[in-house]
């Protein structure tokens, strides 16, 4: 069994390779995921005979347990050591993988995904931190772009392969073929994968401020998804109190602790707050596209899941093309133009797709045009995104930093897919209607591409033109981001600690 090396591991030694392909393959899974459900949806609901309400809970209720416990997850490893968590994660995200396949009901279905949002929770961190703290110093900025980039390809091969397996064996599958690739992550990192730790690590962890998080967001999501399936003064008002009262002790908790899993000190610069909203802006008009795009092209359009999931390729590819190159140009000419110019070419891209109804009759014409100025539009902006957040802190809360960026976007996507159908008035058995699909899928694409403005003024607004020192503790410099297909979350970058400790 290899053992900790203080020098590091040389990339190009076998052991190395080794550990580029176990963390590969292991947050590859959740990327994955991220992109393979959601083509899923119209065919469960069909098989299971769910609600709407079902389908939001089935992406949602994974996107609850990963985002509440996400800045937990990179802790655990850091205490316990970074291998044998990830290791759990995988094992976890596995064997709720499996149970989502064999669900005989939504109810079943939509407590699996929670569970495997735990194992995503605590494999996602890992997988960069082994990178981190496995590879010598000198290899190590070369085995995190390697492993950025091929965690990218994951992400292309997400909807071609969920659509293939959807009009294949079945959506069942789409889950079960996370169990061969567990198998092999875990055969290779206990046989191959150096153990580390954080010798430094002391104290307890943040339990109450995660749980706390976790019940903000479920009362308030329950109390959305509710307001448009069955509303009651019970069913909405009951909820999205207990949301809220959890949320104030949440910061009440973390105001408290001496260190606490989410310091509310970084919110005191002004840049790292205004572009965490815009964060939440851009990645609520993409979860909401992407959640609700795939029933429009099934069920409206007439596609295939497998269509369906080729159809957005062109986004995918664009983005592991091009998102390196925007992060090179953010550094050259500062951040607030990227920023600016992307959300503004996403939201005419999402204009573009109010075209596709069930009249449309060429993928080439009604599609295709839509998401490569989407897919254009998205390069552009998240790879400066992250960039920003971590040079508008101090070096010691980069960790911190980029993890809630990355929680947010997925705060974000969790809420607009519970917002979005009460938005549009799409509700219940809608989603079997091509008409009534297609008149909320319009409405839709305007509000996503209304965040995606609000974005845009926000960056130009708040984000300093050229160089972001103006603040007191802001790097001020633009570190390197790397190819990355961003749909779930910005990329987490080096430096990423996950959770913090008392």
Aim: glycine letters at 12%; proline letters at 6%; one cysteine or more.
């Amino acid at each position: 069994m290899p053992s900790e090396s203080a020098a590091g591991v040389p990339l190009a030694s076998a052991t190395g390779r080794w550990v580029l392909a176990c963390t590969v393959l292991g947050s590859g899974m959740a990327l994955l995921d991220g992109t393979i459900v959601n083509i899923a949806l119209p065919r469960i609901g069909e098989d299971l005979g769910a609600t709407l309400a079902d389908l939001q809970w089935t992406v949602n209720g994974y996107l609850l347990t990963l985002a509440g416990l996400i800045l937990l997850g990179g802790g655990l490893g850091d205490r316990y050591g970074r291998r044998k968590v990830f290791v759990i994660g995988v094992v976890w995200f596995a064997l709720a993988s499996a149970a989502c396949g064999a669900a005989p009901g939504s109810g079943v279905l939509i407590a699996a995904r929670a569970l495997q949002g735990v194992g995503g929770a605590l494999l996602t961190p890992g997988s960069l931190a082994l990178v981190q703290s496995t590879f010598r110093p000198e290899d190590r900025a070369k085995a995190v772009g390697a492993w950025s980039g091929l965690g990218g390809v994951a992400g292309a091969v997400g909807p071609f392969l969920g659509g293939w397996l959807v009009d294949g064996p079945g959506w069942r599958w789409i889950f079960l073929v996370n169990l061969p690739l567990a198998a092999a992550v875990v055969a290779i990192a206990v046989r191959h994968v150096p153990e580390s730790r954080d010798r430094t690590a002391t104290g307890s962890f943040d339990v109450r401020g995660a749980a706390l998080a976790a019940l903000c967001l479920a009362g308030i999501t329950y109390a959305l998804i509710a307001a448009s399936s069955h509303p009651s003064w019970t069913s909405v008002a009951l909820p999205a109190v207990a949301g809220v009262a959890c949320g104030v002790a949440f910061v009440r908790t973390e105001r408290s602790r001496e260190h606490p899993m989410l310091p509310l000190s970084v919110f005191s610069s002004r840049l790292f707050t205004s572009i965490n909203v815009v964060t939440l802006c851009l990645y609520a008009a993409i979860g909401g596209v992407f959640f609700i795009l795939p029933v429009q092209l099934q069920i409206a359009a007439g596609y295939s899941a497998l269509r369906a999931g080729l159809a957005t390729l062109p986004v995918t590819v664009l983005m592991l093309l091009l998102s390196a190159p925007a992060g090179a140009l953010a550094q050259r000419i500062g951040p607030r133009l990227p920023l600016t110019v992307g959300p503004l070419v996403t939201a005419a891209g999402l204009l573009l797709l109010i075209r596709l109804s069930p009249d449309s009759s060429s993928y080439w014409v009604d599609v295709l045009p839509a998401v490569v100025v989407q897919g254009l539009g998205m390069s552009l902006f998240v790879a400066p995104l992250t960039a920003t957040v971590l040079a508008s802190v101090d070096v010691d809360h980069a960790g911190i930093a980029s993890g809630v960026n990355n929680a947010a976007a997925r705060v974000a996507q969790l809420l607009i897919v519970a917002a979005l159908p009460l938005a549009v008035g799409l509700s219940d058995q809608a989603y079997r209607s091509p008409q009534k699909v297609n008149d909320a899928f319009s409405s839709s694409m305007l509000i996503c591409a209304g965040l995606c403005l609000l974005a845009a003024l926000l960056a130009f607004t708040l984000v300093p033109k050229g160089g972001l020192g103006e603040e007191e503790g802001a790097t001020g410099v633009l570190p390197e981001c790397r190819a990355n297909c961003g749909f779930s979350a910005p990329p987490l970058e080096p430096g990423t600690s996950g959770a913090r400790r008392q």
